[in-house]
């Protein structure tokens, strides 16, 4: 991931946390966390149920809206639990290099 990657989604995270103190009839995401996290949980799964329906219909660029889509929802979910992006990054790079296979079967 380049560094100009990291910094979007690193810069979305922290709007998203500054946005538990904003007032649900002004944001979306405030509104979310107001209605909970079966509220956040639920548009993580539709979100995804979204990118799987996108990408078995084959269009590039919807494949690419939905999963914008999904990762954005998934920020707010790591923000709820005031998880930081650095986590993420942290377990994908100690994945890399491994054969899922053998990660697979280290979380046994």
Avoid: C
Avoid at 17 to 32: D, I, P
Wanted: aromatic share 8%; proline share 2%.
């Amino acid at each position: 991931m380049s560094e100009m990657n990291q910094q979007i989604l690193d810069a979305i995270y922290q709007v998203v946390q500054e946005r538990k103190a904003s007032s649900a009839e002004e944001s979306y995401v405030a509104s979310l966390y107001a209605k909970g996290l079966d509220k956040i949980l639920g548009k993580v799964g539709e979100e995804a149920t979204e990118v799987a329906i996108a990408g078995k219909g084959g269009n590039l660029d919807e494949v690419v809206y939905e999963v914008a889509d999904l990762w954005f929802h998934t920020l707010i979910l790591l923000a709820h639990y005031d998880l930081p992006p650095e986590r993420i990054y942290a377990e994908l790079a100690r994945r890399f290099g491994l054969s899922g296979l053998v990660e697979k079967a280290s979380r046994s």
